[in-house]
């Protein structure tokens, strides 16, 4: 049994697997910190706001919060572009290696 389960970890690569979502866990709070407290307070001026997380649009009697709505549309988009350039990067590797 302890070796199927050794032959299961190896086939489906699951300790790489665990690495990355602990990094990608990690990377997920430097991201935030740098669209909340770099990006945004950068861009306050541009949305007419003292602070970002007061942006609102008013559109008849519906308030958008679109400061928030920014800032996770940024963190998606730079975490995106990270996990693109980490699977090309490996893909690369991958295709060397063949």
Sequence with gaps: ????????????NIVA??????MGTASTSLVNSLVKDVLLPIATP???????REALWHIGPVTIAIGSFIAELFNFLILA??????????????????
């Design 17 to 22: 697997l665990a690495v990355g979502f602990v």
């Design 81 to 98: 572009l990270i996990i693109f350039i980490i699977a090309k990067k490996l893909l690369k590797m991958e295709t060397a290696k063949k």
């Design 1 to 12: 049994m302890f070796r199927e389960f050794a032959k299961f970890l190896q086939e489906f």
């Design 46 to 52: 541009l949305m007419g706001a003292e602070s970002w």
